[in-house]
């Protein structure tokens, strides 16, 4: 499967985005998918995952309340809802494919997209 992230861009803080994360050469009802992010000199983190069927959602601790992971499987895509973002929240965020649930280490998933970057300013 192959993954495509897009949706990025600059929000100023307590704004709202939404990334999409589109999958084609396979079923995505195949895979859960999952949200990671990478702040500038930090490591790849764990931001969210979502169930390949049945929409059960687990979440980070850091973005608990505030994001929201959905997916339309007839339309091969995945979301993540950012709202009340912070700078700190300002990171490449990807998204990638796993047949496991809840993945929360990147060994989870065998499948990964770009990256779409975020940035929140103060």
């Known amino acids: 499967v192959q993954l495509q992230a897009s949706g990025g861009g600059l929000v100023q803080a307590g704004g709202s985005l939404t990334l999409s994360c589109t999958a084609s050469?396979?079923?995505?009802?195949?895979?859960?998918i999952g949200w990671f992010r990478r702040a500038p000199g930090k490591e790849r983190e764990f931001v969210g995952t979502?169930?390949?069927?049945?929409?059960?959602?687990y979440y980070a601790d850091s973005v608990k309340g505030r994001f929201t992971i959905s997916r339309d499987n007839a339309k091969s895509t995945a979301y993540l809802q950012m709202n009340s973002l912070k700078p700190e929240d300002t990171a490449v965020y990807y998204c990638?494919?796993?047949?496991?649930?809840?993945?929360?280490?990147?060994?989870?998933?065998?499948?990964w997209g770009q990256g779409t970057e975020v940035t929140v300013s103060s």
């Open positions: 990638a494919a796993g047949l496991s649930f809840p993945g929360v280490h990147e060994s989870a998933y065998g499948y």
């Open positions: 979502i169930r390949r069927i049945g929409g059960t959602t």
């Open positions: 050469g396979r079923s995505l009802t195949t895979y859960a």
